[in-house]
């Protein structure tokens, strides 16, 4: 089954035009995603390994959980939905913290573009690990990383080898807010 996604504008507004996600990539329209981080009161971060299988980044660490946002969907909607069938865990609007919109253009290849605008949340894990279930056709792996090791694999840049390729400023964005998450 197809997935269509709202055609975005450059300021982030829905243009009344879907497609599919395909064409989206294809031609590099604005669309947008969710990212959601989960993160422990054990100061630990969510990770999952994407699929061998997956078009782009294959069988590299990547964000706990992200999606596109279908046509007619809210990013509230998508975000809870995408949490669901990649890590099996349910949870409500209130559970999530939005920390802000990403916007990025990467040219994959002459057939793949992603233009789109990330929604970003952190999100308090609250299940035992144990519970988690993932999606398999997605996810290879999940696995939680102290936050004090991730900000050491930024520090030595040995994310660069192993992580989705994202500027270095987002995820130190995403570990700052962490640490002040935890701080209260």
């Not at 999606?135 to 050491?152: N, Y």
């Amino acid at each position: 089954m197809k997935e269509y996604v709202d055609i975005l504008d450059a300021h982030g507004e829905k243009t009344g035009t879907t497609c599919t996600r395909d064409q989206a990539h294809r031609y590099g329209y604005l669309h947008a995603t969710v990212h959601i981080w989960f993160y422990t009161r054990n100061h630990e971060i969510l990770f999952q390994k994407r699929s061998t299988k997956k078009e782009t980044f294959p069988g590299l660490w990547d964000i706990s959980v992200a999606g596109h946002v279908s046509a007619g969907e809210t990013i509230i909607e998508a975000a809870i939905k995408e949490i669901h069938e990649e890590i099996g865990v349910s949870v409500k609007a209130t559970d999530l913290y939005n920390i802000g919109i990403e916007e990025k253009l990467v040219k994959h290849s002459n057939e793949f573009i992603d233009a789109e605008f990330n929604h970003v949340f952190i999100c308090e894990l609250t299940v035992p690990f144990s519970q988690l279930s993932r999606q398999k056709e997605e996810v290879d792996e999940l696995k939680l990383t102290s936050i004090k090791e991730f900000e050491s694999i930024l520090n030595n840049n040995s994310y660069l080898t192993s992580f989705v390729p994202r500027q270095k400023s987002y995820y130190q964005n995403i570990l700052n807010l962490l640490y002040e998450t935890l701080d209260r």
